[in-house]
């Protein structure tokens, strides 16, 4: 079935640097895609999105780049922080009801 | 705004069991979701609502039901409880609509079970 997957599961990044998260999805009339930021024992919280019709997307410190051609999606965070250390996910929409598709997550640690 | 809440956070079912994961929202949001998170996975829809008295399947929904009788709850009960239903299980919620933010769901904190 359709499904959002995403390359590597843990991201260790020095503090400072930049971090790249990669996600691949494979439903092409997915028209709508968001990354969550999960820390430990809470709830996902919304860090960006960005819809088909767009390939670029700029936030506070984040970007979302996507490439329809190749269907992959990435977050990019500017300057990492320790803060910054949680499991992100990518997840896909397509269809009526919001019925977001989500990938298995990606653990960023941050090293001081 | 609390934004979205659940109750309890944490419990323990012996097998076969029953109880109900409450799920309140104060944003006047129509649609609203419940996901489960297996250790080390991503989430799956398990049932969603996009408004009082319309409920409708997920990915994983054998096992559970819910109801819509209000905008603001959204209850998970599980009968006959197992231990495949180990799991965190996160509420959300969203607005309908065009405007910035329409889209995006709101979580609540999540409600650890475990079913021994």
């Known amino acids: 079935g359709e499904s959002v997957g995403l390359h590597l599961p843990t991201l260790s990044v020095q503090e400072g640097d930049n971090s790249i998260i990669n996600c691949a999805y494979s439903?092409?009339?997915?028209?709508?895609f968001i990354w969550y930021k999960q820390e430990s024992g809470k709830g996902p919280q919304f860090i960006i999105d960005?819809?088909?019709?767009?390939d670029k997307r700029q936030g506070q410190r984040v970007t979302v780049l996507l490439n329809k051609t190749v269907k992959h999606l990435s977050l990019q965070i500017a300057a990492t922080q320790p803060g910054d250390s949680a499991v992100y996910f990518c997840?896909?929409?397509f269809g009526a009801g919001n019925k977001l598709t989500f990938g298995g997550g990606t653990r960023v640690l941050v090293k001081p | 705004n609390a934004g979205v809440t659940q109750t309890p956070k944490f419990r323990i079912l012996k097998i076969g069991q029953s109880m109900t994961l409450q799920c309140t929202q104060d944003?006047?949001?129509?649609?609203m979701y419940w996901y489960r998170q297996d250790p080390g996975m991503g989430l799956k829809l398990i049932y969603y609502?996009?408004?009082?008295?319309?409920?409708d399947k997920g990915e994983v929904p054998n096992g559970y039901n819910v109801s819509r009788s209000t905008t603001e709850d959204f209850p998970l009960r599980l009968e006959l409880a197992a231990p495949s239903q180990t799991s965190v299980y996160f509420c959300?919620?969203?607005?309908?609509?065009?405007?910035?933010?329409?889209?995006?769901?709101?979580f609540g904190a999540g409600s650890r079970l475990t079913v021994l």
């Open positions: 959300a919620s969203r607005l309908t609509g065009a405007g910035s933010g329409a889209n995006v769901l709101t």
């Open positions: 960005i819809r088909s019709n767009m």
């Open positions: 439903n092409s009339a997915s028209d709508y």
């Open positions: 609502s996009v408004g009082a008295g319309i409920t």
């Open positions: 997840a896909e929409n």
């Open positions: 944003m006047n949001h129509n649609y």
